[in-house]
């Protein structure tokens, strides 16, 4: 069973880095293999002049913070590592500090305009990793000569004071092990609830009491103290997937330092987790049917006949590996919910649907290797090693930000739903929402994002964008008071420096010069 997958209605999971891992890898390789991450050696002094902090008007209490300067030292040879300190809770610093750590990209082009702060989503992606390991494809050639690009992990993940559960043994058993009941009975649910129960409570007693701190309203606010502490008087920004929701509560609790934002690959802040969690679902339904059609052009693609009758036999295969899981060499054992967690690691990215094909013909097979492989790279998994925390971390954040407040008709209704506009994935994406046994309740809200008074803040959607769908772009331009829509037609999750010259161009100009490109730029 893989309960951190989306088919929780109430948690969705929104993960940008996996598009990023995938893609790259296709581009570097045709096998999937090797190491994800290096490890950061241990860190050298590298003198740098560092700009002095912003701190007017901070509040007394806070000073201290605000007023601290930046020890860079070299790491992984070219780049600079740091770590900070931040308030566990920003309205009562004197409940103790947690750390964040940071890693620098200095501008290629020589003086930097200042620095730009990324995120890659999740939450629970590492910031580091994506700078460290693809900073070229997280940020284009023109912004990386202009900007020092700042990769982060905020509170509660990897390299900064992090949310910790499970060991590697542990976390293999609860995303993989299949439950001894039949799905959709009572006691399937009970098995769950009581498989998610354990986990938080694992959570609590290793985490060294953060996780009632770990919200993006926390985040953000780290992200203010990032911005001071870098020197800059704004905050300049690109954010993906998850991310967006992290620059719009920027903006919504600092519009005054709102400097350049790019918020790709939207979510709505409006809506309450059981619609996002459905709307991700026809999303991803949506991008199989897209990435179906195009397999079945192929001579080598392991379906036959029209999209729905292609559609229809991968419910039968669904159907099957649930009855009948098919062992892995490693013991593991593939079932439905495992081989839709590698269905979802493909259709992230285009550049990913031959391995999908092939994770598909081979389970057809009798062969599980490939679609494991798939849901390794999705859960950052190596040689039985997890590689960071972000299982934990997502649960952690979702958790904390969305309420736990659907009655049951509203249940009722997304689950007519899903199963009319998403019934192949349906019958694997919903289940008990494992937040409603999470030690803590949930201290978030779902809310318009207005950050009235705030800068141009540019807004990029993919019209079949399956994790973080179109209308959530539309809607959160249309909210924010200075938002700037631009429109990416095609596939996949997140639309810049994806190969678009248009939508390449009108960021890098907004980011470079302060130019927002036309609201409603369509980019074809």
């Known amino acids: 069973m893989n309960p951190t997958h989306p088919r929780a209605l109430r948690r969705p999971r929104l993960i940008a880095r996996a598009a990023a891992v995938l893609a790259g890898l296709v581009a570097a390789s045709l096998v999937l293999s090797g190491c994800l991450y290096a490890m950061i050696p241990e860190n050298t002094p590298r003198p740098t002049a560092s700009r ?21 030292s070299t790491c992984n040879g070219t780049f600079d590592c740091a770590t900070i300190t931040a308030p566990l809770d920003w309205s009562d610093p004197s409940k103790g500090d947690i750390d964040l750590a940071l890693i620098r990209h200095r501008a290629e082009g020589g003086e930097p305009i200042g620095s730009l702060l990324t995120n890659p989503g999740g939450p629970g992606a590492s910031g580091i990793g994506l700078v460290r390991d693809s900073v070229t494809y997280a940020v284009g050639a023109p912004v990386r000569n202009k900007f020092d690009v700042i990769g982060f992990d905020p509170r509660g993940v990897g390299a900064s004071t992090a949310v910790t559960c499970y060991d590697a043994a542990d976390m293999d058993a609860y995303l993989f092990d299949i439950p001894t009941n039949k799905r959709g009975t009572d006691a399937w649910a009970d098995e769950l609830l ?11 007693a290793n985490s060294d009491g953060i996780l009632p701190y770990i919200t993006t309203d926390n985040s953000a606010r780290d992200m203010d103290l990032m911005r001071a502490v870098l020197g800059d008087k704004e905050l300049y920004y690109l954010g993906y997937s998850y991310g967006t929701f992290l620059g719009a509560t920027y903006a919504k609790l600092f519009p005054d330092k709102v400097g350049r934002l790019v918020l790709d690959g939207a979510i709505d802040p409006s809506i309450p987790g059981l619609d996002v969690g459905v709307s991700q679902a026809v999303g991803f339904e949506s991008a199989l049917r897209a990435y179906m059609a195009d397999c079945l052009t192929d001579k080598d693609c392991p379906f036959r006949g029209t999209v729905d009758e292609a559609m229809a036999d991968l419910g039968t295969l669904l159907a099957s590996v649930d009855r009948d899981p098919i062992a892995n060499s490693d013991g593991r054992e593939l079932g439905a919910d495992s081989l839709m967690t590698a269905i979802v690691a493909a259709l992230y990215s285009q550049d990913s649907w031959g391995y999908l094909s092939q994770a598909l013909a081979d389970v057809l097979g009798g062969d599980a290797s490939t679609a494991f492989q798939l849901v390794d790279f999705y859960y950052n998994r190596q040689d039985g090693a997890y590689l960071d925390n972000q299982t934990e971390a997502f649960r952690a954040y979702n958790c904390m930000d969305y309420p736990v407040d659907a009655t ?10 899903l199963a009319a506009e998403a019934p192949t994935i349906a019958p694997y994406w919903d289940g008990p929402d494992p937040c409603t046994v999470w030690p803590y309740p949930a201290t978030g809200v779902r809310e318009r994002i207005t950050a009235d008074g ?65 609201d409603g730029l369509r980019c074809e």
């Open 454 to 518: 705030a800068a141009p803040i540019v807004v990029v959607g993919t019209t079949n964008d399956p994790a973080t769908p179109y209308q959530w772009a539309v809607s959160l331009a249309d909210q924010l008071s200075s938002g700037v829509l631009v429109t990416r037609v095609g596939e996949g999750h997140t639309g810049y420096n994806k190969g678009n010259s248009c939508v390449d161009d009108a960021v890098n100009t907004y980011l470079i010069d302060g130019t927002p490109p036309e």
């Open 52 to 72: 002095a902090p912003d701190s007017e008007g901070v509040d007394a209490d806070l000073l201290p913070y605000y007023e601290q300067t930046i020890d860079w």
């Open 408 to 417: 049951d008709q509203q249940q009722a209704d997304a689950d007519a739903l």
């Open 194 to 204: 009581a498989n998610h129960k354990a986990f938080g409570e694992a959570c609590d």
